[in-house]
């Protein structure tokens, strides 16, 4: 895919995440791994992930807490994440998720003037 195509919505030293302008996309790379979702199905893969509670992972001493086994909606992937790997997957997607929300609404308050 050329680069001209690509927008990138955000970027960590574990991953990024970008949206193809052709494909009406977003794809995550996170972990070696790249996964190409529709728009609401990143949100919905964002609200999944949200909704693991840290907290009570920190907490708890059994085994079954070291990880989780998750999987991306309509993405046929399976993610196997750590507790340090679900932080940085959270930060990732947040950065992620505020990208669209100003790049929308600066397309909402702009409408069609390019922003440089």
Not at 78 to 106: K, M, P, Q, W
Request: proline share 2%; with cysteine.
């Amino acid at each position: 895919m050329p680069e001209s195509f690509k927008v990138e919505l955000h970027k960590t030293t574990k991953g990024f995440v970008w949206q193809c302008n052709i494909t009406n996309r977003i794809f995550l790379e996170f972990g070696g791994i790249t996964t190409a979702f529709k728009v609401h199905n990143f949100f919905n893969f964002k609200r999944l992930i949200d909704s693991i509670n840290i907290i009570d992972k920190l907490y708890d001493l059994s085994d079954e807490a070291d990880f989780d086994i998750i999987e991306a909606p309509n993405a046929n992937q399976t993610f196997t994440l750590h507790l340090c790997d679900l932080i940085h997957l959270r930060e990732l997607l947040s950065g992620a998720r505020f990208a669209l929300y100003v790049n929308s609404f600066l397309n909402e308050v702009l409408g069609e003037y390019e922003v440089v």
